[in-house]
């Protein structure tokens, strides 16, 4: 199967995620989705909430994850 938009050829974990999760079947070249990184935050013991912050956020990143070590 090829790309909808390059035309390059993708390999077949790639499409058959596609396939079954009904999403167009685009290469990650082509992708536009932002890939993220979750975090706890354990400001209350017993209801943590995930804190979902863009990969390409590394100081904040970095900050999160110093936060989460003191935490435990």
């Not at 995620?17 to 354990?42: P, Q």
Request: glycine share 4%; with cysteine; proline share 3%.
């Amino acid at each position: 199967m090829n790309c909808i938009y390059c035309q390059n050829s993708i390999d077949f974990e790639r499409y058959e995620f596609l396939v079954e999760t009904g999403r167009k079947i685009i290469c990650k070249d082509c992708s536009v989705e932002n890939r993220a990184v979750g975090f706890m935050d354990w400001g209350h013991k017993t209801a943590p909430s995930l804190v979902m912050v863009p990969a390409n956020a590394t100081e904040t990143i970095r900050k999160l994850d110093r936060a989460n070590r003191r935490a435990r």
